[in-house]
């Protein structure tokens, strides 16, 4: 299990965001904007097709990492935990000093795979949110904090719903600038430029 869990970290932690908004003309992201390497904010600095392109990699890398420890794992927990370490390389990947995204595209392309079932529910949560409050940071807030408790309802294995616990443990803990600044008035609004 071991190999696939690295494996997973580091197609994780290629930094799409930071790759696609240099391409698109931006300067380094992590000046940028919220400073954040992810889709969002690539969305600001670089437009809404480079953010749609990095936010398909983000998921598709979160994907590949669960499929790829599915096929070679050694045991039933392997893709799940390949999934959260595709999850962490994303927040915290090496090649740019540990300092990444937010995870939630990729948390997107995990548990597609790991909880297929519970995914559209915590995706309308997402866009529902966004919808109304026009803040992506609170989408993902709450779609993160409802993952677990509805793969549990909807009978997922317990890995997985382990792992969307866990994950989503991470994901607000990354969001706690956000809940700051949503609790100032300060947050960004989706459409508004870096």
Do not use: Q
Request: proline share 6%; glycine share 10%.
């Amino acid at each position: 299990m071991i190999p696939c869990v690295i494996g997973a970290y580091l197609i994780g932690s290629v930094p799409f965001a930071w790759l696609l908004a240099r391409r698109w003309g931006a300067a380094d992201l992590r000046r940028v904007g919220s400073g954040n390497i992810g889709a969002a904010n690539v969305l600001r600095a670089s437009g809404v097709k480079a953010g749609v392109l990095v936010a398909v990699l983000d998921i598709a890398k979160g994907a590949l990492s669960v499929m790829l420890a599915a096929r070679f794992g050694d045991n039933a927990a392997a893709p799940a935990a390949a999934g959260l370490a595709a999850i962490v390389g994303h927040i915290y990947p090496v090649w740019l000093r540990f300092r990444g995204g937010k995870g939630v595209a990729t948390a997107c392309g995990v548990f597609s795979m790991l909880t297929p079932l519970a995914v559209p529910p915590a995706l309308g949560i997402f866009v529902v949110t966004v919808w109304i409050t026009k803040y992506i940071s609170l989408g993902s807030v709450l779609a993160s904090i409802a993952l677990p408790p509805i793969a549990y309802a909807l009978g997922s294995p317990a890995p997985a719903v382990a792992a969307a616990f866990a994950a989503s443990v991470i994901i607000v803990f990354r969001h706690r600038a956000n809940v700051l600044r949503l609790r100032a008035g300060t947050e960004r609004r989706i459409g508004a430029r870096a």
